[in-house]
């Protein structure tokens, strides 16, 4: 019998959850909850488009709901709110804020029976279980996490938020000197701006000032400030025909020392270069629905996070297909 899986919210995320679902021959979309108007909501496959009002009525129809919504203000509510009700998995990506969320997700499922998984992804997600097995192996090294070159969706928001500004994307360069200098073992000490640059394109509605327009987004805090920020400014159709994918990717690597004295080096290096930042994402969301409901079914409830699923419940094949195979 089929994962029947359900989607909360129908915007990037929403859309590759679809499309990763339909290439899971173990899995089915039985619907796509959504607060705007249902019949405004196209999608791709034969599943109902039900409103979020509707979605208690859904229970007993869907095995694991997946929440697409923003982690600043949609997950932190939602997901609690949903894991006493179903088995969900989320991307909440706000790094600080984890700890509260797990808190809050896993009373909520314990309370009904349920399993939730919160912040699967990339980074996190991916990334966070590299972090952790590299630093299990190389007790005595020092980690080293870069993003990009990709675009950022948040902070492509703030650039078109500034008056003046009709469109924009921004790209997270890693430094190569910075990269080069935490791969060769001899763990620099290195600051966000020596880690990181700001590429933004942008295109400004007619008679907007171009040179305060570079000023507010070079001078932003929390953004742009505290990087070296180069702005471009192009037309609309530049930005449409080179910059409209949401490629992403990056590398996380731990350098470490072994031996009495410490005289053996070693390198761990996962790196990703993703075309398709959402998609990727979603792929590995589809692998954990499918994780969460199998430990529900084995009486497993509460919180979880990729620290606590064994990769063997991500994978369609049986244990003896792995072993024969992966191992």
Known sequence: MAIRVGILGYGNIGRGIEWAVSTAPDMELAAVFTRRDPSSVKIRSNAEVVSINDIEKYKDKIDVLVLCGGSATDLPEQTPRYASMFNVVDTFDTHARVPEHFGNVDAAAKKAGKIGIISVGWDPGMFSLNRLYANCILTDGKDYTFW??????????????????????QYTCPVPEALAAARSGENPELTTRQKHTRECYVVLKEGADAARVEKEIKTMPNYFADYDTTVTFISQEELDRDHKGIPHGGFVIRTGKTGWNGENKHTIEYSLKLDSNPEFTSCVVA????????????????????????????????????RKTML
């Open 148 to 169: 990009g070159k990709g675009v950022s969706q948040g902070h492509s928001d703030a650039i078109r938020r500034i008056e003046g500004v009709q469109d924009a994307r």
């Open 287 to 322: 692998a954990y629905v499918r994780a969460a409901f199998r430990m529900n079914n084995e009486g497993m409830t509460g919180c979880k996070t990729v620290f606590d699923v064994a990769p063997a419940y991500l994978s369609e094949k049986s244990g003896e297909e792995l």
